[in-house]
């Protein structure tokens, strides 16, 4: 007890009392750059020693990351899972070393669900819904061509925000996907999926719409538009997930029509639940859900932007 108590008295006042590992995915979107700062933030409010790995996209990479943090017996892992499957053996590791697992931003297949504590997340079925509901109401009675940029093959955003927008779209005949491809949550690749798009659709004259699964492949998407002399938010809808900054920048410029706000701050919920876990032996519920609100140019673009910068944007 007394090597204890001199070990606390070393410690410097407002030492970190917890220490947590955060498997994050890599830096893919403005969003996910924003989840990252937010984090450390909410862990420095918090003085929780947060360590973060950038798994540069790599499923490896975060099963690399989640066995080092285990090895060094953090107190928690966080973990951002780029893709849905391949992760009940590293997790039952992580149980066997008894360290609570969080989820953040995005789901594991059901199988996994004893695996970690609780899943701070949006309902991203119901994301794809809201944004398949505006663009129903949008277009009204006429016919509508519909493309579609997916996000990464094998997430479960992608997989969900595709299902809510199909449920959505099916109930209006007059709405159709007519192409769908991944471009893999990013800005390069959404570019280059949409002028795909357009060169295959008759120089995109037949496109009434781009559904994108994240607003990073919108802006991609708008600048291949502009290059192909089309007219984005006039000529072609656009509706899109997360409420980066910019594409406030695009709706106030009346390039971008509508987007579904998903929060970065997934790890504030997170290390509050884990506080209480270890502090009380709260045990949270399976799934902290955060709120996925619709923005359209009609909520005044520019001042939601000027609002946004500096909140890890
Ligand atoms: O999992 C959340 C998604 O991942 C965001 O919507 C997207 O921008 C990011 O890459």
Redesign the pocket.
Known sequence: ASAMAALLLALPAGAAELTIGFSQ?GS?????AAETSVSKQEAAKRKVNLKIADAQQKQENQIKAIRSFIAQNVDAIFL?PVVSTGWDSVLKEAKEAKIPVVLL??DIDPSGKDLYLTAVTSDSVHEGEVAGDWLAKTVGEKACNIVELQ??VG?S?AANRKKGFDTAVAKHPNLKVVRSQTGD?TRAKGKEVMESFIKAEGGGKSICAVYA????MMVGAIQAMKEAGLKPGKDILTVS??AVPDIFKAMAAGEANATVE?TPNMAGPALDAIAAFKDKGAVPPKWIQTDSKLYTAADDPQKIYDSKKGLGY
Request: proline fraction near 0%; charged fraction near 35%.
């Open positions: 995915i893919e979107s403005g969003w996910r951002a931003d995005r996000g990464t997430a955003v949550f699964h994240n607003d990073d997930i997360d998903l």
